[in-house]
């Protein structure tokens, strides 16, 4: 805590995500082999048609700043996209462009959350929800579910844990970090209870959308009765493997989409202009063109769940998106490995970074005290590789 510096940021979290990639880069600066599993980036290079939409950019001399809430024509690929891929109809005036999908949320906390509004968020859930909602002077509020059901929170946990202060409730699906996947019949069921409470804006978190093995991908703004207080989030940088191209877009209630464009004009401005024309293109074209990378995931999830199964302590379950598998290792609390003493997840993460090489996240970051985050999206190579090295450490 240094008095020089806010409250804010003194309060603030660091990323546990960022901060576990660090530690395992400066690992790797000192001459040590190590396995980075904690990341959510896919390795595969951004697809040519994608590459070649920003080259074309380039040649086309695109350079000056981008109006606030992104181009025109690429809010009509949005809007497009949505109608094919979701069922929803936006206007151009409902869609915002930002600096990737996590200023999307952040600009939604700003514009959404006074002091003491309460957050809802269904546990696990991914690292930056709980310090965004702070920042903005919101309340995170947990809903806690456990593997046995999927990490998937019930209608009746739900409506418990409303109350007259509650604001917000914020979601992924696919989820980060449990790659749990809600089936229509499930947020439906969500869906009843929440049409109970006209005031709850339900923020929807889609960037893995694309990346599901179970089948059909629903979106609550879907549903008749919660379209106009539900915000779609979205963006390239899981299933066209851009991330580093930070381009986040939202499908909202016009007067949300116009207080996003409103802050984000005194936050950043608009997103890159190369970024956003490239965005136009992999927008424009069907998802038949990255299906390559979904199987890839698939096959990943399915060689990982496997070779977990062998490593005594493991709990775990078959996520249905996204590329991460959550088991539950409390199992190792209260054991001493290699001379330590293993009393919470963070010290079993950091344990298979210092003993194994591989980089993993606590799930204490993201709402759960029992597991950690491991990402496959990785070689399958390095898969191989980090498992075994798991496996010995512990043995």
């Known amino acids: 805590m240094n008095p020089k510096l806010s409250r804010r940021v003194n309060e603030m979290t660091t990323s546990a995500t960022l901060a576990m990639a660090a530690k395992a880069r400066e690992l790797k600066e000192q001459g040590k082999n190590i396995i980075g599993l904690s990341l959510g980036e896919p390795d595969f290079t951004i697809p040519e048609f994608v590459k070649e939409a920003a080259i074309e950019a380039i040649k086309q001399d695109y350079h000056s700043y981008s109006p606030v809430d992104g181009y025109g024509d690429l ?15 936006y ?43 702070l920042l903005s002077g919101g309340i995170p509020v947990e809903i806690p579910a456990k593997i046995e059901t999927d990490f998937k929170i019930t209608p009746e946990a739900l409506e418990a844990a409303i109350t007259p202060k509650t604001k917000m409730m914020i979601y992924s699906s696919p989820c980060n970090p449990s790659g749990s996947v809600y089936s229509k019949e499930e947020l439906r069921a969500l869906a009843d209870v929440l049409v109970k409470y006209p005031d709850i804006i339900v923020v ?14 629903v979106s609550m703004a879907a549903f008749e009765d919660m379209y106009d207080r539900t915000v779609t989030v979205n963006g390239v940088s899981k299933a066209y493997s851009m991330t580093g191209w930070r381009i986040g877009y939202i499908g909202a209630p016009e007067y949300i989409a116009k207080a996003c464009n409103k802050m984000q004009g005194q936050i950043t401005s608009g997103a890159n202009c190369i970024a956003q024309r490239a965005t136009i293109v992999a927008l424009e074209n069907p998802p038949s063109k990255i299906q390559y990378m979904i199987d890839a995931f698939k096959e990943r999830r399915k060689l990982i769940l496997e070779l977990l199964a062998a490593i005594p302590g493991f709990k775990t ?16 609390f209260g054991k001493t490995l290699k001379g330590k003493t293993i009393n919470t ?7 298979l970074l210092e003993e194994a090489g591989v980089a993993t996240v606590t799930g204490e970051a993201f709402g759960d ?8 999206a990785a070689s399958e190579s390095d898969i191989k590789e980090a498992m075994r090295r798991i496996k010995e450490a512990l043995s």
Not at 77 to 85: E, P
Not at 345 to 351: K, R
Not at 369 to 376: A, E, F, G, L, T
Request: charged share 25%; glycine share 4%.
């Open 91 to 133: 206007k151009p005036s409902q869609i915002v462009v930002s600096t990737g999908a996590k200023q999307s949320l952040a600009n939604l906390a700003q514009v959404l959350l006074n002091e003491g509004d309460e957050v809802l968020l269904p546990a696990p859930y991914w690292v930056s929800y709980a310090d965004i909602s």
């Open 317 to 332: 379950n078959e996520p249905e998106g996204a590329f991460y598998v959550f088991p539950d290792i409390s199992y190792y």
């Open 369 to 376: 005290d029992n597991c950690i985050r491991i990402s496959y």
């Open 345 to 351: 997840a963070e010290d079993f993460a950091m344990f």
């Open 204 to 217: 929807s978190d889609e960037i893995y959308e694309h990346i599901n093995f179970v089948g059909e991908h």
């Open 75 to 89: 809010k009509k690929a949005i809007i497009t996209k949505f109608k094919r891929d979701n069922n929803l109809d």
